[in-house]
């Protein structure tokens, strides 16, 4: 173990100074070349189109390349770098594989939704398969933006509202993309992004200013990168955002002095695309060249699609800006990454033949799970679901046979195997016969002329199934909404059915596809059943349709606080208490006039078919020091008729500190999966340096004191179970 850790030691020692000594052969445009990504146009992320790429690999003038996939593709624009280029040093090719390549797992929140950390690893390792081999090096993910404003598009690419469960996501998928070796043909280099707080954008508009405090970017938006940096990620992406002024591209501060010489991240920073050239219309820099120097001093390492290295560096350089020392030591970091991923060694190695149909049909099955895990069933009334066999379903609504929509966003690569809709899931899975279809509506647009006939489609119906939301282009990137409701004229459809429906007396279920919670609480006041959907991906109507049916109890938690109103939004559990906290009998406290508090649906809200019980909690020891470790338990039992999986989350709520904190804060959760009658005791270790917290300084300390430690289904604080434990 030992001569092979030296061994090893020995060989990067050789890789490095093999690097060393390329550096010293390259010309400043060839070194300038390494720092600098362009695309293809294979796929389109990004306002600014590049051209004469094969000229420019040939000439050495481009180091990377973004949106080029495919083994014969990618063959052939590597071909040209090592064969062609002065100094024939490989390609790397960076893709956004967000949330699958071909085959397409749930959206990240989606995903998130399941609070399953092995699923997020597995889904991220087959992603990274199936993208590797067709010559992809590197995905632009985990995006680890915490976002609390569902307004926001990029929400459904990240963690939720959550920060603990950012830290959990960024190691899993960072384990996932990476696996334990770079070198691997099957791994690829993962990205944390957005670094950092670009979820809070002002308003929820995206691409906006961001002005939050120092606290809350230290406890809220930076914990997620450190586990990533922590978990060994190869790069970090800064965010397009500024914060209080300072572009995050040019955030000398964040970038080096937190990123780099607190954490020691030593990986790559990538800007993203054409942000460096964006630091012009942000207002902090004159032209290229001043944008390059803010840049390359801040940190970064590559050049995004902004053409302000290649261009303003050499000028800047004249002028000594910069030195070619800084230059040299971005350089160094990128043919290091190169190195790692064992591009020198073998350029090809991630341009494989074909894979054996037994790992597509393996991945669809992941693919199928991960979806059905994510879906939330928000309400249940009645015992409408599970969907009996034979039962005649109107399936109404414009995303009921929207196989491609199912894809969500950041579906870049085509797949010759549509998605399936959930009019096919449910065809299949309960008789072709027995379904019958209307759109009634568009997702968006204002034609009604379908209403009529998807009223027609309810008589005979035993249950109706209304599939709703919003085009899968409407949460992502550059796609924020003001008022994230059902679009176009979708509420009418659903209104007109739910008011024939309780005229026949027929249950309604609803299943809601969107990038984000969606503000209809009209909808879940008249539905029998709720469901979120979100975007599944390529199963998307086998998955529905295995929770419908009840081969699968639905088991997904919403990671996000429900709005019950657009005008709660920021919403989210870990508030601080403040001076006035919320009570029913006093007028001066803290509330809406108009609206409740509380959400809609809590923070880790989701129902299933099963009913569980939570008992017996307990803590031990009572007592703890800041080196020592609590353990907590409780008892949960199966009370239902079914086998399914519960979440027990665990909160804390320090109610006396130097700073006020917040009401609950998320310290791990479990999942346990019981037959009907069955119990088990879940065991929540919880190690006390976690109660930690960032005092008046801004230092962490721990503060001797009694902590309560609560634990339940959500973040609904009348259904957890309480214990104290005191640190000493
Ligand atoms: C997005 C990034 C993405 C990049 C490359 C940008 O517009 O903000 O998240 O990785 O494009 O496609």
Redesign the pocket.
Known sequence: MMLDFQLRGQEARQAMSAIEALLGRMTLAEKIGQLTMS?ADQ?V??PVVARGLAQDVRSGAIGSV??LYGTERVRAMQRLAVEESRLRIPLLF???VIHGYRTLFPVPLAEVAAFDVELWEATAREAACEAAREGVDMT??P?LDVSRDPRWG?TA?GPGEDPAVGCALARAKVRGFQSQDLASREALAA?A??FCAYGPVQAGREYASVDISERTVCEVHLPAFAAAVDSDVAAV?PA?TDLAGVPMTAHRQMLRGWLRERLGFSGVVVS??NAIGELIAHGVARDRSDAAVLALEAGVDID?MAEAYRYGLPPALERGQVSERQIDAAVLRVLTLKERLGLFDDPFRRCQPQEPAAALARRRALARRAAAQSLVLLTHRGAVLPLQQARRLALIGPLADAASEMRGCWALVPDERAPVSVLAGLQHALGAATVKHAPGVGITGADRSGIAAALQSCEGAQVIVLCLGEAAAMSG?AASRADPQLPGCQRELAEAVLARAAELGTPVVAILFSGRPLVVPWLFEQADAVLAAWFPGSEAGCAIADVLTGQVAPSGRTPMSWPRSVGQIPIFYAERPGGRPYAANNHYTSRYLDVPNDAQFPFGHGLTYAGFELSNLQVTPEQCRESSSIEVRIDVRNSGSCTARETVFLFAHDRLASVARPVLELKGWRQVELAPGAQATVLLPLPCRDLRFLGPDLQWRYEPGEVELLVGPSADRARLLSSVVHLI
Do not use: S
């Open positions: 695309a796929a992320t990004g973004l949106n960076g893709l956004d632009f993910a995006m990029r690419e990205v992004k957005h992406m397009f993203d695309y995004m990137e």
